[in-house]
């Protein structure tokens, strides 16, 4: 089992930047495909950045070229570098992880994952 605490949300004006971070107790974090989602009121929740065990990764387009995910499995922590904000991107961002995954797939759907951690807000101010 693994507990997840995001941090790093925060409130800027679009165009900025903010790197969200992710650690994670335990110690087979390298183990875990990993996976970045935020969810936006009255909205389900979205796959924003995933990655396999073996650091590939997937962005969703929306915002591909300006999101980086990225892991330090040393630091047991999951990074999300988010530039060029909008204020779409305007949501609670959750990590995720998820057990027990083929080395160099990665997962996109959120009911692939076991493990949630208690999500970070991120405001986008136009």
């Known amino acids: 089992q693994v507990q997840l605490v995001e941090s790093g949300g925060g409130s800027v004006q679009a165009g900025d930047s903010l790197k969200l971070s992710c650690v994670a107790s335990g110690r087979t974090f390298s183990s875990y495909a990993m996976g970045w989602f935020r969810q936006s009121p009255g909205k389900d929740r979205e796959f924003v950045a995933v990655?396999?065990?073996?650091?590939?990764?997937y962005y969703a387009d929306s915002v591909k070229g300006r999101f980086t995910i990225s892991r330090d499995n040393a630091k047991n922590t999951l990074y999300l570098e988010m530039n060029s904000l909008k204020a779409d991107d305007t949501a609670v961002y959750y990590c995720?992880?998820?057990?027990?995954?083929?080395?160099?797939?990665?997962?996109?759907?959120?009911?692939?994952?076991?493990?949630w951690g208690q999500g970070t807000q991120v405001t986008v101010s136009s």
């Open positions: 995720a992880a998820k057990a027990s995954a083929i080395t160099v797939f990665y997962y996109t759907a959120p009911a692939d994952y076991a493990y």
């Open positions: 990655m396999s065990r073996s650091g590939r990764t």
